[in-house]
């Protein structure tokens, strides 16, 4: 622990349970019916009222931790499968615009039913047809966002052949004129479905974007028990980028999420000529694995059992116990030397004080250690900081590629506010 006499920041509430672990009533209430409402995280493109008729059902049967995660899924579907019938209705009749918000409508449904992560077999479901519906819904936007499949040459035996990323490009990114790309590292349970909704607002900006998954989350090929292998799929993204004429390849920055973020600091070390700039925000670095921190983050301010969704992605399955005995020594970028590497990209770190995710101490520590790195914490805000962090970010970024704008344009672009 970083603070003073070994403990946490947030030592004076680690052993405080939030209230929206009593019940799905009380998460409802008191964590997610006002971004449902605004049409943010987690309910990006979604609509509140397609999920109060799920809502009710679900208070009604007092469903509360732990979750039978199958039954949970289900829940979701008929709603999911209703949008998605009118979304298909409306493509048949021409109706783009109509189409393409249903189909996103439809993909928030199913991701709020695989959420925090498709661990059983109907919430794999889910983000598979989640997945499709949302690739859709994306396509038929004015500025449609694509899906490519990136060959992963770096690949070993067990990794999967191809990294899916959602890419889209400004219309007049040329061989002669390439673009500035933000590469968005998604997080533990936001995957490209979710943070596609940054897209637009930097294409508004004359930015590209390329979102995907880190290894363990999504549909990335990356093993997620092995330490290196977020390594690969870096260098197969990155030399991708290299082959793509409109891209300027001198102008990319990395902007991680939560999660991501531990993988965004370890790129900043590994491929540290090949970035403009990287950001971490609400990322770990050590004191993320550490027993005694995992032992306490189910009852703090992740919605779900955050420790147990970290050993899933990490490779552990349900062995939540060998998880916390084991992942400090294999994961931790201080154990490993990563943080003490003598070079590193250009590196923001930012995060919210009270974090109770993943803590502000690993932060303080990668400032502690290896090459100078750049840091905004932001006092009194819980996980990553928000939303005074997005402004930070924003405005780091646009001076990273030479941009005026202003940030508050761009996140006017965020909330999903339906039409019909």
């Not at 059983?120 to 966002?145: D, F, N, T």
């Amino acid at each position: 622990m970083a603070a003073p006499g070994n403990q946490f920041f947030i030592q004076s509430n680690i052993k405080k349970t939030a209230v929206h672990h009593e019940s799905f009533k009380q998460l409802w209430e008191t964590k997610w019916k006002m971004p449902a409402e605004m049409g943010v995280y987690p309910f990006m493109f979604g609509a509140a009222k397609d999920f109060q008729p799920i809502v009710d059902e679900l208070v009604k049967q007092d469903f509360r931790e732990p979750y039978d995660w199958d039954t949970y899924a289900q829940m979701y579907f008929p709603k999911a499968e209703e949008l998605t019938k009118i979304a298909e209705e409306a493509e048949k009749a021409g109706e783009i615009e109509k189409a393409s918000e249903y189909y996103l409508r439809a993909s928030a449904v199913y991701r709020i039913s695989r959420f925090p992560a498709p661990r059983s077999e109907k919430q794999k479901y889910a983000w598979k047809v989640g997945k499709e519906v949302c690739i859709k819904g994306l396509s038929m936007r004015e500025h449609p966002v694509h899906e490519v499949m990136v060959p992963h040459k770096h690949g070993i035996e067990g990794e999967g052949s191809h990294i899916p990323i959602y890419h889209l490009l400004p219309e007049d990114a040329s061989k002669s004129k390439p673009t500035p790309v933000v590469i968005i590292f998604t997080g533990l349970d936001g995957y490209r479905t979710e943070l596609a909704v940054w897209m637009e607002g930097w294409r508004q900006k004359g930015v590209g974007t390329i979102v995907l998954e880190i290894p363990g989350t999504g549909d990335s090929p990356a093993l997620p028990n092995d330490p290196t292998s977020p390594d690969r799929q870096h260098s197969s993204l990155l030399d991708w980028i290299d082959t793509q004429e409109r891209i300027d390849n001198q102008k990319l920055c990395v902007w991680a999420f939560s999660t991501g973020g531990y993988y965004a600091i370890r790129l900043a070390h590994t491929h540290p000529d090949r970035l403009a700039g990287v950001v971490a925000l609400g990322g770990g670095t050590h004191y993320m694995f550490d027993p005694v921190w995992l032992s306490e983050v189910n009852h703090l301010e992740y919605p779900f059992d955050l420790a147990n969704t970290l050993a899933y992605k990490f490779g552990y399955g349900n062995d939540i116990e060998k998880f916390k005995k084991e992942a400090s020594d294999k994961f931790s970028l201080l154990k490993d030397g990563t943080l003490d590497k003598p070079k590193c990209a250009r590196l923001l770190l930012v995060n919210g004080t009270e974090d109770e995710i993943f803590p502000i101490d690993d932060y303080y520590l990668a400032l502690c250690h290896g090459a100078p790195k750049e840091a905004r914490f932001v006092q009194n805000t819980k996980h990553m900081g928000e939303p005074e962090s997005f402004f930070i970010i924003l405005k780091w970024i646009y001076a990273l590629f030479g941009i005026q704008a202003n940030p508050v344009s761009q996140m006017q672009t965020m909330p999903f506010r339906p039409k019909y």
